[in-house]
């Protein structure tokens, strides 16, 4: 023990770089290299330390297993291969491949590892794949039909959103497997067709071929499909709807709302209580003088004798909506539709409501800054972080218009302060200065959702965003917590929550329960798709950022609570960049007493400004030589 101590630097030191070496490298060096050099002592003490630092690797060389390395790659890939040798682990392990709580957990990972880098196309379809890949051997041993449905969902993500993957042609093969095992051979014949179609070349082409011919030829279909059909059908695989017990009671079509412009409508069907949905498409009847149609069956649902059931849109996308009792437990809507081009359906409950986008061509074409006429301000000129540019970036979109949302309204008056402070009073003043500071400094159109004391459905929000072309959609809220003590400020972006306190927020915010935000896997796909997670997560760190060192300035004890992602029904459906920021928690004393403040909303509103002007800025960025 004396000697030890004696020679512990010695010791210490070889052994940190007899760590940072591969086992066998470390083991020639003691062997060939420089043993004569060491003490007996301490080359014993160091071969025990090589011995035991090695003996892991061994044993993980053994099952052909090995940690990943950091050395060049991403921090996604990173996280992937982290995930995957956990896989690696368990799919070794007879006995735990039984139990479902590991495949639970190595799932969860996997989908960890997508939604925090959810455009990395190499990474992201990899963790999709993983996640598919788990249910569906997960079903093997719990033979729940629950476990297939998720697979097929993560299956169908990859190819929508990353059809150029080279995992793309093996997502669609096992869809053809899973579709074929759960009885929809119509869509195992699409999925193993599209494969030969776009993917001749691929891996899986000449096993499609083979599947095909045990099919049989295809049966010919009384009516060719539209376009439209066929992008549908290849979407949620009848998935897309809410699933209701059988024998359940009746729910009443209440209303059916929509708003127009010229290349975007939105159509909003109020039901008294959950309904499943199928959809469908009917050609063109010449005779009958009916245009090309879609339809949504409603089940079970019932209309009253006094509904209105013709309603005239004539916007060009849809020409009207009627509604019709189909058979005594269906109620069929038929949209008449003009020149479409893309058509999203979803669902929102707390009150339950389907909701219909319908784009035309024009939609998606957006202007691009002129390169030359640009000034971005210095202190932006450092990236908030290194992932490089985004899409926004590299095609320097203008920022033309902005709807600035000022939560609830009207009968709603959103959380209320220890004192009586109302939310929806505190947002409208916020929402009132961004709009003025926005005008003023950007020169760019501003639209308020509101600009009294009204009431707006949350859909409304995101339709009139939608409606006016907006570049980016900013929603202002004040927080609230059971703790009085809780304090700060929170930005949000759309996407799967990742903590419950994420979940609470979001509950609250979507007048729902954090149960009801848990079951919303039924539309997470919708989430999953949007194209904008990238630029939303942007967008809400330099509002954050911004907002806090604004008040900071001139306010003590400001909490930063950071970028979070949850799935808050203002933002889904939303076809640009667009965030919630809580700018305080209301319920704190201190906090709300800040709110009562014109100086402190000053600051808030300032901050949002200031956060949109260097989101604006770096997308610009991209331009410059």
Same mark, same amino acid.
């Given at each position: 023990m004396v000697y030890f101590q004696q020679n512990h630097h010695l010791n210490d030191n070889l052994s940190k770089k007899i760590?940072?070496?591969?086992?066998?490298?470390?083991m020639s060096i003691l062997l060939y290299g420089n043993i004569c050099c060491i003490q007996p002592r301490v080359f014993l003490s160091l071969f025990i330390i090589v011995f035991l630092s090695g003996s892991s690797l061994l044993i993980a060389s053994d099952h052909a297993l090995a940690k990943p390395s950091t050395s060049s790659v991403s921090r996604g890939e990173y996280a992937y291969r982290q995930a995957k040798y956990e896989y690696d682990r368990l799919a070794r392990s007879p006995r735990l491949r039984t139990h479902r709580t590991k495949w639970i957990r190595i799932i969860k990972k996997f989908r960890k590892v997508y939604l925090t880098y959810p455009n990395d196309k190499k990474v992201a379809p990899k963790a999709l794949f993983m996640m598919a890949r788990c249910y569906s051997e997960l079903y093997g041993y719990s033979g729940a039909m629950k476990d297939i449905r998720e697979a097929i969902e993560r299956y169908e993500v990859l190819v929508e959103r990353f059809p150029e993957s080279r995992l793309a042609d093996d997502a669609l093969y096992a869809l053809g497997g899973l579709y074929k095992r759960t009885g929809n051979v119509s869509l195992a014949r699409e999925a193993w067709e599209r494969i030969v179609e776009e993917y001749p070349m691929g891996d899986k082409a000449r096993n499609a071929r083979d599947r095909l011919k045990i099919l049989g030829p295809k049966q010919p279909r009384k009516t060719k499909p539209s376009r439209w059909t066929i992008q549908k059908e290849r979407g949620h695989a009848g998935f897309s709807s809410p699933g209701i017990a059988p024998g359940a009671k009746s729910a009443?079509?209440?209303?059916?709302?929509?708003?127009?412009?010229?290349?975007?409508?939105?159509?909003?069907?109020?039901?008294?209580?959950?309904?499943?949905?199928?959809?469908?498409? $009917?050609?063109?009847?010449?005779?009958?003088? *009916?245009?090309?149609?879609?339809?949504?069956?409603?089940?079970?649902a019932r209309i009253e004798k006094k509904f209105k059931d013709n309603i005239p849109i004539q916007d060009g996308l849809l020409k009207r909506v009627?509604?019709?009792?189909? =058979?005594?437990?269906?109620?069929?809507?038929?949209?008449? /539709?003009?020149?479409?081009?893309?058509?999203?359906?979803?669902?929102?409950?707390?009150?339950?409501?389907?909701v219909v986008d319908v784009f035309g061509e024009n939609y998606f074409q957006r202007a691009s800054c002129p390169p030359r006429s640009l000034e971005v301000s210095k202190s932006?000129?450092?990236?908030? =972080?290194?992932?490089?540019?985004?899409?926004?970036?590299?095609?320097?979109?203008?920022?033309?218009?902005?709807?600035?949302?000022?939560?609830?309204?009207?009968?709603?008056?959103?959380?209320?302060?220890p004192t009586g402070l109302r939310e929806k009073d505190v947002v409208l003043k916020i929402a009132k200065r961004v709009a003025a500071? *926005?005008?003023?400094?950007?020169?760019?159109?501003?639209? $308020?959702?509101?600009?009294?004391?009204?009431? *707006?459905?949350?859909?409304?929000?995101?339709?009139?965003?939608?409606?006016?072309?907006?570049?980016?959609?900013?929603?202002?809220?004040?927080?609230?917590?059971?703790?009085?003590?809780?304090?700060?400020?929170?930005?949000?972006?759309?996407?799967?929550?990742?903590?419950?306190?994420?979940?609470?927020?979001?509950?609250?915010?979507?007048?729902?329960?954090?149960?009801?935000?848990g079951d919303l896997k039924n539309i997470l796909n919708d989430i999953m798709k949007n194209a904008k997670v990238d630029e939303s997560s942007r967008l809400a760190g330099y509002v954050q950022r911004?907002?806090?060192?604004? $008040?900071?300035?001139?306010?003590?004890?400001?909490?930063?609570?950071?970028?979070?992602?949850?799935?808050?029904?203002? *933002?889904?459906?939303?076809?640009?960049?667009?965030? $919630?920021?809580?700018?305080?928690?209301?319920?704190?004393?201190?906090?709300?007493?800040?709110?009562?403040?014109?100086?402190?909303?000053?600051?808030?509103?300032?901050?949002?400004?200031?956060?949109?002007?260097?989101?604006?800025?770096?997308?610009?960025?991209?331009? /410059?030589?």
């Amino acid at each position: 023990m004396v000697y030890f101590q004696q020679n512990h630097h010695l010791n210490d030191n070889l052994s940190k770089k007899i760590k940072r070496m591969r086992f066998p490298e470390t083991m020639s060096i003691l062997l060939y290299g420089n043993i004569c050099c060491i003490q007996p002592r301490v080359f014993l003490s160091l071969f025990i330390i090589v011995f035991l630092s090695g003996s892991s690797l061994l044993i993980a060389s053994d099952h052909a297993l090995a940690k990943p390395s950091t050395s060049s790659v991403s921090r996604g890939e990173y996280a992937y291969r982290q995930a995957k040798y956990e896989y690696d682990r368990l799919a070794r392990s007879p006995r735990l491949r039984t139990h479902r709580t590991k495949w639970i957990r190595i799932i969860k990972k996997f989908r960890k590892v997508y939604l925090t880098y959810p455009n990395d196309k190499k990474v992201a379809p990899k963790a999709l794949f993983m996640m598919a890949r788990c249910y569906s051997e997960l079903y093997g041993y719990s033979g729940a039909m629950k476990d297939i449905r998720e697979a097929i969902e993560r299956y169908e993500v990859l190819v929508e959103r990353f059809p150029e993957s080279r995992l793309a042609d093996d997502a669609l093969y096992a869809l053809g497997g899973l579709y074929k095992r759960t009885g929809n051979v119509s869509l195992a014949r699409e999925a193993w067709e599209r494969i030969v179609e776009e993917y001749p070349m691929g891996d899986k082409a000449r096993n499609a071929r083979d599947r095909l011919k045990i099919l049989g030829p295809k049966q010919p279909r009384k009516t060719k499909p539209s376009r439209w059909t066929i992008q549908k059908e290849r979407g949620h695989a009848g998935f897309s709807s809410p699933g209701i017990a059988p024998g359940a009671k009746s729910a009443v079509v209440q209303e059916v709302r929509h708003w127009s412009a010229s290349d975007y409508t939105r159509v909003v069907i109020d039901t008294a209580g959950p309904v499943s949905f199928n959809k469908g498409y $009917l050609p063109a009847n010449k005779t009958k003088h *009916l245009p090309e149609r879609i339809y949504l069956d409603l089940k079970p649902a019932r209309i009253e004798k006094k509904f209105k059931d013709n309603i005239p849109i004539q916007d060009g996308l849809l020409k009207r909506v009627r509604v019709a009792q189909f =058979n005594p437990d269906t109620v069929r809507v038929v949209f008449d /539709l003009g020149k479409i081009h893309k058509t999203k359906i979803f669902y929102l409950e707390d009150p339950f409501r389907v909701v219909v986008d319908v784009f035309g061509e024009n939609y998606f074409q957006r202007a691009s800054c002129p390169p030359r006429s640009l000034e971005v301000s210095k202190s932006t000129k450092g990236r908030l =972080n290194g992932s490089g540019l985004s899409l926004a970036q590299q095609l320097g979109l203008c920022v033309k218009r902005v709807v600035i949302d000022a939560g609830h309204g009207g009968k709603d008056p959103g959380a209320i302060g220890p004192t009586g402070l109302r939310e929806k009073d505190v947002v409208l003043k916020i929402a009132k200065r961004v709009a003025a500071r *926005l005008e003023k400094d950007l020169g760019c159109q501003v639209i $308020l959702t509101r600009k009294r004391d009204s009431f *707006l459905p949350l859909t409304q929000r995101t339709a009139i965003a939608n409606a006016r072309k907006a570049d980016i959609f900013v929603s202002i809220h004040a927080n609230a917590s059971p703790s009085r003590r809780v304090s700060g400020i929170e930005t949000y972006f759309l996407n799967f929550a990742l903590d419950e306190e994420a979940m609470r927020v979001a509950a609250r915010e979507n007048a729902t329960s954090t149960k009801r935000i848990g079951d919303l896997k039924n539309i997470l796909n919708d989430i999953m798709k949007n194209a904008k997670v990238d630029e939303s997560s942007r967008l809400a760190g330099y509002v954050q950022r911004e907002v806090v060192r604004n $008040l900071r300035k001139n306010y003590r004890n400001v909490k930063n609570k950071g970028v979070k992602q949850a799935p808050f029904f203002v *933002l889904i459906g939303a076809r640009m960049p667009s965030v $919630l920021v809580e700018v305080s928690f209301i319920s704190n004393r201190k906090e709300e007493r800040r709110l009562k403040s014109d100086r402190y909303l000053d600051r808030v509103a300032e901050g949002i400004v200031n956060g949109i002007k260097s989101y604006v800025s770096d997308t610009k960025m991209a331009w /410059l030589p």
